[in-house]
């Protein structure tokens, strides 16, 4: 589809989305030892968003989540958890959206689609960075990673919805198995407790983690990983479920 037919204020292909619903991902990424999130910035506004789609007539929320992460990452079968809706009335504010339609030199009426409330049913995806290609929208110049402790200011409540994804990601991290979506196929345990420590944004005992992981029975040690040298090597692991 072409940017002219997405963003013609009189296209009838807007009949096919559902009115004021819209969803919005937050989309976790683990890479160096730091948790990051995609993140869109919308052409010549210096406004940032969490990347989000519209719900079609024919089509389950769950799925129109995927579609929109599949478009923004080409990866499919990912973890995706639904863990909000966003409808307070604080949240709506047609201004950043009539910015981006004007600074994007689109003809637009002030009952355009996208000026109208939304409500939003907000997702986390949790994927593999090494894997994921980022693709900006037709309203963007980019969707790239920012580390989380360092995001730009975003539109609209996309920080407080960031911000709830990530407590809701800290309190269920165990059910999650983070692990799995997050690091590669074979990692040691220093590996995964790093990936938990960066999560929770704190120290845990090494050997308390170590026991707790182990008695959990997801994890299933699969041998030493090669070192080259002198030092004692470490087992690698892999996830079992």
Partial sequence: MSKD???????????????????????????????????????????????GGFIKHDEDVDTAAKRVLKERTDLSDIYL??????????????????????????????????????????????????????????????????????LPPLMLDHTHIFEVALSHLRENIDQNVVGLNLLTNKFTMRDLQNLYETILSKKLNRTGFHRKMMLSGRLKRIGKKPTGGAHRAPYLYQFQL
Avoid: M
């Fill in 5 to 51: 037919k997405i963003l013609n204020p009189e296209n009838d292909k807007w009949n096919q989305f559902l009115p004021g619903i819209s969803v919005d991902c937050v989309i976790f990424g683990y890479h160096n030892e730091e948790l990051k999130i995609l993140i869109l910035e919308y052409k010549k506004t210096g406004l940032f968003a969490l990347p």
């Fill in 81 to 150: 958890k639904q863990f909000r809706t966003f409808g307070s009335l604080e949240r709506f504010d047609p201004e950043p959206l009539r910015t981006i339609l004007s600074k994007t030199d689109q003809e637009f009426t002030e009952n355009h689609f996208l000026l109208t409330r939304f409500i939003s049913v907000s997702y986390y995806a949790l994927i593999n960075f090494k894997k994921a290609a980022p693709i900006p929208d037709a309203l963007s110049d980019s969707c790239r990673w920012y580390d989380v402790d360092e």
